[in-house]
C-alpha cells in the first residue's frame, strides 16, 4: 500500500491511497459541576452515525425559582474544514462554557461525522439532525426544559459557520421544522469557488491556498469542484420566497485572517438578496483567534457581541 503523505495541516496528514490521520490536541472532558458560571455533559444525538454533542447550561437554570427562566438556545457547529475538529477540544470547551455563561443561553455544540470518510453532504445532514433531536428530547432532557425552541441560533466558525448557513437553508424548507431558527452567527465562516479571489492571487498566499484547496478536495463530493454548491454560496439554488424567510445574520470575520475576504463577499452576497445582516471586523486578530484564545479580551468582546445579537432578536 502506498503511504506517500500527499497533503497536511497542523492536525492532519492525508496519504496517497486516501487515509488521513489526525493530530488530536488537548481536550477537556464534560463536567457536570458548575464552573465559571456554566455546567456541561455529552450527549448522543444518534448512535447509528455516531453523531454525539456537548450541552452547556448556564448557572441561572440552578437557582431554585417558581417559574426557570425560558433562555435561548445557540447550536455550535465546530469548524476544522469539515475533517477535523470537536466539541471536546479544549479550546471550543472553554469558549462555548463561557458563551453559555455570559450570553445566560443553552448551547448545543455538535459533533458530526468528518470528510474525507464522511464527504459532504454528510455534515449538513447530521448538524441538521440537531434541530430534531433537540425538539425531541426537550420534553425528557431536564437540561432542555428551560429551552425556548422559538429562540434557536445557529453558529460556528470557519466551516462551522458554512455549515450554519445550510441548515438554516434546510431549516426554511422543511415546512415541519420543529424549532425557530431567529438568526445565524457564522465565525469567520468557510466558502470558496473555482475563480480566484484577490487575496488568494497575491503573492504569498500560496501556502493558504494550498491548504484550503487540501479540504476542500477531502470534504466535497467525489466529481466536484469549489463550485458545489455547499462551497460556492452563489451557486446554491435559493428560491426569492426562502430568502424572504432567511434568518437574521451577525457575520463575523477577522482583520488578518485569510478568509476575511470570503467572509465580506458573504454578507454583501446575502445583503443583495434582502437579508437583514450585519458584519462586524475584529481587528489585529486571524482566523478562530477564539478558539485558540478563547480567555483573550477579543474572544470576550465577541461572546458579547453575540450575546447581543441573541437577546436583540
Given at each position: 500500500?502506498?503511504?506517500?503523505v500527499?497533503?497536511?495541516?497542523?492536525?492532519?496528514?492525508?496519504?496517497?491511497?486516501?487515509?488521513?490521520?489526525?493530530?488530536?490536541?488537548?481536550?477537556a472532558?464534560?463536567?457536570?459541576?458548575?464552573?465559571?458560571?456554566?455546567?456541561?455533559?455529552?450527549?448522543?444525538?444518534?448512535p447509528?452515525?455516531?453523531?454525539?454533542?456537548?450541552?452547556?447550561?448556564?448557572?441561572?437554570?440552578?437557582?431554585?425559582?417558581?417559574?426557570?427562566?425560558?433562555?435561548?438556545?445557540?447550536?455550535?457547529?465546530?469548524?476544522?474544514?469539515f475533517?477535523i475538529?470537536?466539541?471536546?477540544?479544549?479550546?471550543?470547551?472553554?469558549?462555548?462554557?463561557?458563551?453559555?455563561?455570559?450570553?445566560?443561553?443553552?448551547?448545543?455544540?455538535?459533533?458530526?461525522?468528518?470528510?474525507?470518510?464522511?464527504?459532504?453532504?454528510?455534515?449538513?445532514?447530521?448538524?441538521?439532525?440537531?434541530?430534531?433531536?433537540l425538539?425531541?428530547?426537550?420534553?425528557?432532557?431536564?437540561?432542555?426544559?428551560?429551552?425556548?425552541?422559538?429562540?434557536?441560533?445557529?453558529s460556528?466558525?470557519?466551516?462551522?459557520g458554512?455549515?450554519?448557513?445550510?441548515?438554516?437553508?434546510?431549516?426554511?424548507?422543511?415546512?415541519?421544522?420543529?424549532?425557530?431558527?431567529?438568526?445565524?452567527?457564522?465565525?469567520?465562516?468557510?466558502?470558496?469557488?473555482?475563480?480566484?479571489?484577490?487575496?488568494?492571487?497575491?503573492?504569498?498566499?500560496?501556502?493558504?491556498?494550498?491548504?484550503?484547496?487540501?479540504?476542500?478536495?477531502?470534504?466535497?463530493?467525489?466529481?466536484?469542484?469549489?463550485?458545489?454548491?455547499?462551497?460556492?454560496?452563489?451557486?446554491?439554488?435559493?428560491?426569492?420566497?426562502?430568502?424572504?424567510?432567511?434568518?437574521?445574520v451577525?457575520?463575523?470575520?477577522?482583520?488578518?485572517?485569510?478568509?476575511?475576504?470570503?467572509?465580506?463577499m458573504?454578507?454583501?452576497?446575502?445583503?443583495?438578496?434582502?437579508?437583514?445582516?450585519?458584519?462586524?471586523?475584529?481587528?489585529?486578530?486571524?482566523?478562530?483567534?477564539?478558539v485558540?484564545?478563547?480567555?483573550?479580551?477579543?474572544?470576550?468582546?465577541?461572546?458579547?457581541?453575540?450575546?447581543?445579537?441573541?437577546?436583540?432578536?
Amino acid at each position: 500500500m502506498d503511504t506517500t503523505v500527499t497533503g497536511s495541516s497542523e492536525f492532519i496528514k492525508v496519504f496517497s491511497d486516501g487515509t488521513v490521520e489526525r493530530f488530536i490536541p488537548e481536550t477537556a472532558p464534560a463536567s457536570l459541576d458548575l464552573y465559571n458560571g456554566y455546567k456541561c455533559k455529552d450527549v448522543t444525538i444518534d448512535p447509528s452515525k455516531p453523531i454525539t454533542a456537548r450541552i452547556f447550561v448556564p448557572s441561572t437554570t440552578t437557582v431554585a425559582a417558581t417559574k426557570p427562566p425560558s433562555l435561548p438556545v445557540l447550536i455550535y457547529f465546530h469548524g476544522g474544514g469539515f475533517c477535523i475538529g470537536s466539541t471536546t477540544w479544549l479550546g471550543y470547551h472553554h469558549f462555548l462554557g463561557g458563551l453559555s455563561a455570559n450570553a445566560d443561553s443553552i448551547v448545543l455544540s455538535i459533533d458530526y461525522r468528518l470528510a474525507p470518510e464522511n464527504k459532504l453532504p454528510i455534515a449538513y445532514k447530521d448538524c441538521y439532525t440537531s434541530l430534531i433531536w433537540l425538539s425531541q428530547q426537550k420534553p425528557t432532557e431536564s437540561w432542555l426544559e428551560n429551552a425556548d425552541l422559538s429562540r434557536v441560533f445557529l453558529s460556528g466558525d470557519s466551516a462551522g459557520g458554512n455549515i450554519a448557513h445550510l441548515v438554516a437553508i434546510r431549516a426554511i424548507r422543511d415546512k415541519e421544522c420543529p424549532v425557530r431558527v431567529r438568526g445565524i452567527l457564522p465565525i469567520h465562516p468557510y466558502f470558496g469557488s473555482e475563480k480566484r479571489t484577490e487575496l488568494e492571487t497575491k503573492d504569498g498566499s500560496a501556502k493558504e491556498v494550498e491548504s484550503n484547496d487540501m479540504f476542500w478536495r477531502l470534504s466535497i463530493p467525489e466529481g466536484s469542484n469549489r463550485d458545489y454548491e455547499g462551497c460556492n454560496f452563489e451557486r446554491m439554488e435559493v428560491s426569492l420566497s426562502e430568502w424572504s424567510r432567511f434568518p437574521n445574520v451577525l457575520v463575523f470575520v477577522a482583520e488578518l485572517d485569510f478568509l476575511n475576504e470570503r467572509g465580506v463577499m458573504y454578507a454583501e452576497f446575502l445583503k443583495k438578496k434582502g437579508v437583514k445582516v450585519k458584519i462586524v471586523e475584529t481587528k489585529d486578530e486571524t482566523h478562530v483567534f477564539h478558539v485558540f484564545r478563547p480567555n483573550s479580551e477579543s474572544t470576550r468582546v465577541l461572546q458579547n457581541q453575540m450575546k447581543e445579537f441573541i437577546h436583540g432578536l
